[in-house]
């Protein structure tokens, strides 16, 4: 069975810094495309950071470039999202996605003081 699963996420005050993971099973996450997007309340999803699995080549939102590091495990088939200097406008539902077109149910993050 084919799987996306996030953890990680929390209520986190501003200035912060949290690290999401997302485990896939039923699969395997080298030689593709593999990203996290997210999704503001009353907001479409936008992308967020995304990491060829294969060469290592990375790509960031311009909002956290920065502070936001995607990594792979190739090993532990997880993806991570370490998220630094946390801001109110963060707050978010944290997507992992694959490019076989594969979704995790998502994660929680909330900044706030």
């Known amino acids: 069975q084919v799987q996306l699963v996030e953890s990680g996420g929390g209520l986190v005050q501003p200035g912060g810094s949290l690290r999401l993971s997302c485990a896939a099973s039923?699969?395997?996450?080298?030689?593709?495309?593999i990203g996290w997007f997210r999704q503001a309340p009353g907001k479409e999803r936008e992308g967020v950071a995304c990491m060829s699995s294969s060469d290592g080549t990375t790509y960031y939102a311009d909002s956290v470039k920065g502070r936001f590091t995607i990594s792979i495990d190739n090993a532990k088939n997880t993806v991570y999202l370490q998220m630094n200097s946390l801001k109110p406008e963060d707050t978010a539902v944290y997507y992992c996605w694959h490019g076989r077109g594969y979704w995790g149910q998502g994660t929680q993050v909330t900044v706030s003081s």
């Open positions: 039923g699969f395997t996450l080298d030689n593709d495309v």
